[in-house]
């Protein structure tokens, strides 16, 4: 295995609190359950060939759009007005920092490691995010799916990543909530390794991959 080189970490559910936590308060506030939404989603995604979530992350559908067609596709199975405005200050106000971790990844920085946040995220949402935390202290590198045209778990955000890193596949180590975006990794610095990819699981059931071994 080669020596360990950068840190690739997730921004919602690893230097946050869950990302459940913040979809349940925003269902306590607004009374619309997550599997109101997600119908919602899927009936969108029929509809207009393309999941609107997916379209959102990468940025080729705008916050605005976002909110008003799933706030009309709410209001038609609800039967009754749904306005959705304000939903990202509401969803990123309730992801509170997850303190030990941000400290390790401080600890981290100051040990020589590169350090890099790749996120599927919002692009309006950016300011709202980066506030929570001490970004530019700590990351040298940030991959925002919402600007590159890019999400986990496609392999092209992760090749972005470890360009903009300057540092092979086999050098970093990503950690991620979701185990298909640590498997996707994974098996895409195989194909081009033509190794096997290396996972821990961590006690906080956030997923730790060696993206690969060489």
């Known amino acids: 295995m080669g020596e360990l080189r950068a840190i ?13 936590d913040s979809f349940a308060a925003f269902q306590d506030s607004s009374g619309i ?60 106000h309730n992801l509170h920092p997850n303190e030990p971790m941000i400290a390790y990844m401080r600890e981290l920085r100051e040990r020589g490691y590169r350090m890099a946040i790749c996120t599927n995220n ?31 778990p496609e392999p092209r955000i992760y090749e972005i990543t470890l360009e903009r890193l ?12 979701i185990e298909v975006n640590c498997i996707a990794a994974g098996t895409w610095a195989c194909a081009r390794s033509g190794s096997a990819p290396t996972r821990r699981r961590s006690s906080r059931s956030r997923r730790r991959w060696r993206l690969s071994e060489g």
């Open 8 to 20: 690739v970490s997730d921004f919602g559910g690893v230097l946050t609190s869950p990302l459940l």
């Open 33 to 92: 359950s997550l599997d109101q939404l997600g119908r919602a989603m899927a009936s969108v995604a029929r509809r207009e060939g393309a999941n609107p979530l997916f379209e959102l992350e990468t940025g080729r559908m705008s916050e605005a759009r976002f909110l008003q067609t799933l706030g009309a596709e709410l209001s038609g199975q609800l039967g009754r007005p749904i306005a959705l405005h304000g939903f990202g200050e509401r969803y990123v």
């Open 122 to 152: 919002v692009r309006e949402w950016e300011p709202l995010w980066r506030a929570k935390l001490p970004v530019d202290e700590i990351f040298e590198v940030v991959v925002d799916s919402g600007f590159v045209g890019s999400r986990k």
């Open 166 to 177: 300057g540092v092979p596949a086999a050098a970093a180590l990503l950690i991620d909530d």
